[in-house]
């Protein structure tokens, strides 16, 4: 059973910074592209970084580009994003994910994601 669970989440000041972190299980870590999506109260999910297989390709949303920063370690089994100069607009609940990967994905679709965590909340105080 694969399971993708998030920590890290919490309350901070317009600002500051936030580590998320997510620990994957139940799948070959290293064989999965993984992503990160939020959702804001009252709109739908959206793609907000993503990291390929073996760690070395990232795509951004350009909402985030330059204050966030996605990384992983294959050997822990983990997918981190790093959050920094947080805004209020990016209070929402963050949603790690895992896309089966062969070649390049369509990184920004949330179709192309095979597994979903239960997600973690960021609220961003102005």
């Known amino acids: 059973q694969v399971q993708l669970v998030e920590s890290g989440g919490g309350l901070v000041q317009a600002g500051g910074s936030l580590r998320l972190s997510c620990v994957a299980s139940?799948?070959?870590?290293?064989?999965?592209?993984m992503g990160w999506f939020r959702r804001a109260p009252g709109k739908e999910r959206e793609f907000v970084a993503c990291i390929y297989r073996a760690g070395t390709t990232t795509y951004y949303a350009d909402s985030v580009k330059g204050r966030f920063t996605i990384s992983r370690d294959n050997a822990k089994n983990t997918v981190y994003l790093q959050m920094n100069s947080l805004r209020p607009e990016d209070t929402a609940v963050y949603y790690c994910?895992?896309?089966?990967?062969?070649?390049?994905?369509?990184?920004?679709?949330?179709?192309?994601?095979?597994?979903w965590g239960q997600g973690t909340q960021v609220t961003v105080s102005s």
């Open positions: 139940g799948l070959t870590f290293g064989s999965y592209a």
């Open positions: 994910t895992a896309a089966r990967q062969t070649y390049g994905i369509r990184w920004y679709d949330r179709s192309e994601y095979n597994y």
